[in-house]
DNA sequence: AACCGACGGTTCAATATATGAACCGATTAT
DNA sequence: ATAATCGGTTCATATATTGAACCGTCGGTT
């Protein structure tokens, strides 16, 4: 292991149940020598990424990551962080794949992308998705804000003959996805589509938008149907991380049980 | 100088001008070899703090900053983050000092701290600072948003026999404060009150509060003056650090002018 | 008041670790 | 075809990292 790679360790240790750590505690939590210890934490400080706090000593996050972060939130927005993802998953499916984002009460599009592999394809142009009527949308119910059902279950618009229009038939649908971790809909908003959609999440592990794939419903089948899980997590992880979120270990959970195991996906490269 | 400093410093080659860096330019940027430089890059990309842009391979911040920054700001607000400046700040000039935000078209007090040195001294109890009567208010309208000069014409009020009333007195204010760099209040919020502040900005330069020091005018001399602005450029780079935010240059350049140089103070230790 | 243990920080000999010249294969420009 | 870059890799060399032992200080205990 490389000294660098020792140094960066030691930013790791950092929590919201830990925002602070002495020296001696930051030796015992990264198993190093003292000495060792406090040299890469000197470094580290000297380029503002901790600081120590004046009055305890100890060491804690530093202002340097701020500006960092600003910029690279500027180099790589959030939609050009999900692109590659998605394009990936159109790949991996040969469907039409989507992102969603999570702002306030309202689920916008953010961007999408089609696969060549076939010549009948879904095709997406709404910008604002119908919380009751798309995989996305649901994901946002199970997932989100509670108030967002209530909202969401006092305006069921119908879009086709299977959109949910009862506050039960919503609820259930809801309580489907919560106990899968994907959302579902089979032809809600538009007749022949099936979709399927899977959470994604910020720093804090709250929603923060949706990753799915839009299949023509005449050849969804159980193994496509597995396909596409399994691509959703990978996604879901994926553009997860590149937002700076975190999927919640319970999320993690419900998708390895939903699959049955091995979710296991290949880390990014 | 230690491999993690050199590892370290390759962050600090990004900016908005160069977002993302390839093997060769850094190694050029860093003058090293092209081996050490490739090894420290993919420490950096372990831990998540620098990524490949796939397509051109270039390098880039990474999505671990977004988690640290935001730990960082969980761990120490901006009030926390001024505290230990202005503490300073009212030790050297043995008066009561606070420091303001800008949030929206208002400058909201955020903290203050008053010196023991002397029995006398002034008390700072206002939560929103006026534009027009105040030392962090002519700051605010000297290098904040233009229409907030607009809005403070629009709403003289008056506090003292001293607060400016006319639009051309405040505009003739505000341009002294655009040319030293400092906000100058002689009275006119109080009528025994000297008071005299220094912008803070955020990451992109732009401003974002003031810091500033309240004098029993019966005290104020040039002396002390110049101590007061010596220490609120401290405390302004100080804060502003801490803040994320950077002093742009032409401001700096302004307070040096305007102490006929040395203005140079230890840096943080 | 003397003691103890734990703290943050420092030193220096021993050696584990970082280093860079040379090399590779792939792209691109000439 | 050729040459110059590019990102990435190798391995002998030696330099920068390491950790046991050390300080001085602090807060609690005897």
């Known amino acids: 292991m490389s000294s660098v790679s020792k140094a960066l360790e030691l930013m790791t240790f950092f929590s919201g149940a830990r925002p602070e750590i002495g020296l001696s505690e930051m030796r015992r939590l990264a198993g190093r020598d003292k000495a060792t210890t406090y040299r890469h934490l000197q470094a580290l400080q000297v380029f503002g990424l901790i600081e120590q706090n004046p009055e305890t000593k100890n060491y804690r996050l530093g202002p340097a ?5 600003q910029l690279r939130e500027q180099t790589v927005p959030r939609k050009a962080a999900a692109r590659t993802a998605i394009q990936r998953l159109a790949e991996v499916t040969g469907e039409t794949t989507h992102v969603s984002v999570m702002s306030g009460n309202t689920l916008y599009a953010l961007d999408s992308c089609e696969s060549e ?14 919380l009751h009527a798309t995989a996305s949308g649901l994901c946002a119910l199970a997932f989100g804000t509670a108030d967002l059902l209530e909202m969401a279950q006092a305006d069921l618009k119908p879009f086709t ?4 229009l009862t506050q039960d038939a919503l609820a259930s649908a809801v309580a489907d996805v919560r106990r899968s971790g994907f959302g579902k809909s089979l032809g809600t908003f538009e007749a022949d ?16 938008g949706a990753v799915s794939v839009a299949s ?11 396909t596409i899980m399994q691509g959703l997590v990978a996604a879901s ?3 997860t991380k590149n937002w ?13 049980a939903t699959l049955g195991g091995h979710t296991e996906m290949e880390h990014a490269t």
């Open 117 to 130: 592999k076939h010549s009948t394809r879904a095709i997406i142009d709404i910008a604002i998705f119908p």
């Open 237 to 239: 992880r994926d553009i």
């Open 161 to 164: 003959a299977s959109t949910p």
């Open 216 to 226: 023509v419903a005449t050849r969804f089948d159980p193994a496509l149907e597995r």
């Open 65 to 69: 990551l701020l500006q960092l972060a």
């Open 244 to 256: 700076g979120g975190r999927v919640p270990q319970n999320i993690e959970h419900k998708w390895e």
């Open 193 to 208: 589509i099936h979709s399927l959609s899977a959470p994604l999440f910020d720093q804090d592990g709250h929603f923060a």
